[in-house]
């Protein structure tokens, strides 16, 4: 009998059936799911959690690498189970392929692409006698108009301008004119197609995306570290460090990381940076300031402004960006000081007006931007969460690289951790959404109460210099130093989770809804595509919705900016969009430090008795 299986966080729908393993659906599907043994039980690589639905009883092989309470909690081996009903499955970023995690961010294409540079293919009459008036512009221009009669030249860029007479020669008058607006940004040689940019630049990491403008297909991608992290891991940090004099070396450093990693990008693909003749870049309100070089100083302080909030157009070379000579970045607007067009961007991409709401998106992060939508109406906040989500501030939180725990469940009894690790490494250390997975696990088996305390005496916890902890890893075990929660790691976690439910209630409050009236939320961002959703809702970090209610939706930021490299409509779709969206400034919220003293309970019925007993 066949079976729909919906596969998050992909967004897939695959037909299963009763006599198929649901990791044979997955590699028919082309969905890279980890397994290194082959499918017969033995590696516990292909670990998927059942979400929703019926499955074949857990098999010998199941009971073997996974424990009871894991099972309990529907975590499966892709290879051993079978459908019985349709399901709703989720696929840990562990047990994806590299080129399985890769695509969860490059999985969103416009239909149509209606990009802001146009490519004219030309043949211009190159007169070889005297007598003939007239410039070799003017010739462009001529068989433009016969060509493109739609197309209207007002300006040409000075580079551009500089290539055209050699390049008329050099093809014997056949050559691609590349347009933008009313600008002809120069000459290419026949046959060639202008490729274009977009560029997520995060506080942490940076996404490149390198399209093929005419075809709107994605042609390579590359993410990296901000070079700017060491001056800084959040926000306030390097605003601070601006402000003393290394504004323009924070510039230099984005400038030449995006300058690198195109090479790399490029030198894959044998192509040249001079074909690249539009980016898009899309950040928080400081990434956009420190990029153009604009002030900082006001952002840091008291109400926050941004220096601007109109979209920008900027020759990449004023930038210090190396693309063609003629190359335009644009910027769409950032929102406030602390929503930037990254936000705008996930908005965008998620098409949040669109949808049946009231619904959510967050895009977590070390800010994490919230956006409410009611009757097609939108309102933001950016709530301070820290860098605790990204390992930060922890005694060993790492980023999600190899050996980070990444997915906890704990035994009541034993109080023994089964570990989830990224990269299949030996655990040392911790990252965010495994914090988080640990914290639902610790209140889950009693081991933690719901105002974060670690219980005494419960297995698995010790003292160690005078602080409770709890090992998640014993010392001397997997990892020779072991793998400890601390009660200040919980303490920073449900400071991180205080601020954005705090964030989330205060915007619910002035929309006048209750929890009961949400219908869907959006995750977005990495943190919000490899968290447990189940966990969010356990440890009260969301309102209480059904579970099939989340959608984790990827890189929504990334998505949003290239879908704005690839049309124009949803270029001014976004900058309209930017002139009507609400802003609510948290700081200057009544109330907000007794809500967030709330937020921080870990369970929804604490989160509601806190409030009751503050008068929230
Ligand atoms: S593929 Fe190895 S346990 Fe499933």
């Known amino acids: 009998m066949e079976y729909r299986v919906d596969v998050r966080p992909l967004g897939a729908q695959l037909v299963s059936s009763s006599e198929e393993d649901l990791l044979t659906t997955f590699h028919s599907a082309g969905i890279g799911v980890e397994s290194i043994c082959g499918g017969i039980g033995s590696c516990a690589k292909c670990r998927i959690h059942i979400l929703e639905g019926m499955t074949s009883d857990p098999t010998p092989q199941e009971e073997d690498q996974l424990s009871a309470e894991q099972l309990a909690r529907g975590v499966r081996l892709a290879c051993q189970v079978h459908p019985e009903s349709d399901l709703s499955i989720y696929i840990p970023a562990s047990s994806l392929t590299s080129e399985q995690k890769m695509q969860l961010d490059s999985e969103l294409e416009v239909e149509s692409p209606e990009p802001a540079v146009l490519s004219c293919e030309l043949e211009v009459e190159i007169p070889t006698a005297p007598g003939d008036p007239g410039s070799d512009l003017y010739r462009v221009e001529k068989a433009l108009r016969a060509t493109a009669p739609e197309v209207e030249i007002r300006s040409v860029d000075l580079a551009g301008l500089r290539g055209i007479s050699p390049l008329l020669r050099e093809g014997k008058g056949k050559v691609s004119a590349l347009v933008r607006g009313k600008e002809l940004l120069g000459l290419a040689p026949a046959g060639s197609f202008p490729l274009g940019l977009a560029v997520d630049l995060g506080s942490t990491k940076v996404a490149l995306f390198l399209y093929d403008l005419s075809r709107g297909i994605l042609i390579a991608s590359r993410g990296f570290l901000n070079p700017q992290v060491p001056y800084g891991e959040d926000i306030v940090t390097r605003i601070q460090h601006a402000v003393e004099g290394g504004a323009s070396q924070l510039q230099e450093l984005v400038v030449q990381g995006i300058n690198d990693n195109l090479s790399v990008m490029l030198a894959e693909i044998d192509r040249d940076r001079s074909d690249i003749y539009e980016m898009v870049l899309v950040g928080n309100t400081a990434m956009h300031h420190l990029f153009l070089a604009l002030p900082v100083e006001q952002l840091g302080k008291s109400p926050y402004l941004p220096a601007t909030d109109i979209p920008q157009e900027v020759k990449a ?19 406030a000081g602390y929503v930037g067009s990254d936000h705008l961007a996930a908005v965008a991409a998620a098409r949040l007006w669109e949808r049946p709401g009231p619904c959510l998106l967050l895009d977590i992060g070390t800010n994490t931007e919230v956006a409410l939508q009611t009757d097609g109406h939108i309102r933001s906040c950016s709530c301070a969460s820290g860098p605790a989500f990204e390992g930060g501030g922890l005694s060993q939180g790492m980023r999600a690289g190899d050996g980070a725990v990444e997915g906890v469940s704990i035994d009541p009894g034993s109080g023994k951790a089964q570990l989830t690790v990224v990269g299949g490494a030996p655990p040392v250390g911790i990252c965010g959404s495994g914090i988080l997975g640990t914290l639902a696990a610790l209140a889950a088996a009693g081991i ?38 601390t009660q200040n790691d ?51 970090l969301l309102p209480p919705v059904a579970l099939d209610r989340i959608k984790q939706v990827g890189n929504a930021a990334g998505a949003g900016a290239r879908s704005m490299l690839l049309s124009i409509a949803i270029r001014r779709q976004a ?15 009544p109330g907000l430090s007794t809500l967030f003293a709330a937020s921080m309970y870990l369970s929804e019925d604490a989160v509601r008795e806190a409030k009751s007993r503050f008068r929230i």
Do not use: H, W
């Not at 954005?500 to 009236?517: F, K, P, Q, T, Y």
């Open 317 to 335: 070379r004023d930038l210090g960006i190396e693309l063609s000579a003629a190359a335009v970045v644009y910027l769409p607007p950032p929102i």
């Open 448 to 485: 933690i109460d719901s105002s974060g305390r670690i219980r005494e005496g419960r297995p698995g916890t010790e003292r160690r210099d005078k602080e409770l902890v709890y090992y998640l890893v014993p010392a001397g075990e997997e990892s020779t130093t072991g793998v400890a929660v």
């Open 490 to 540: 919980i303490r920073e976690i449900q400071k991180a989770k205080g601020a954005i439910r705090a964030g989330i209630d205060a915007l619910m409050a002035e929309a006048g809804l209750g929890n009961e009236d949400l219908r869907e939320i959006i995750l977005a961002g990495a943190f919000g595509t490899y968290i447990d959703p189940a966990a969010a809702l356990s440890i009260a």
């Open 575 to 589: 900058e309209e969009l930017a002139s009507r969206l609400e802003y609510l400034e948290l700081s200057a919220y």
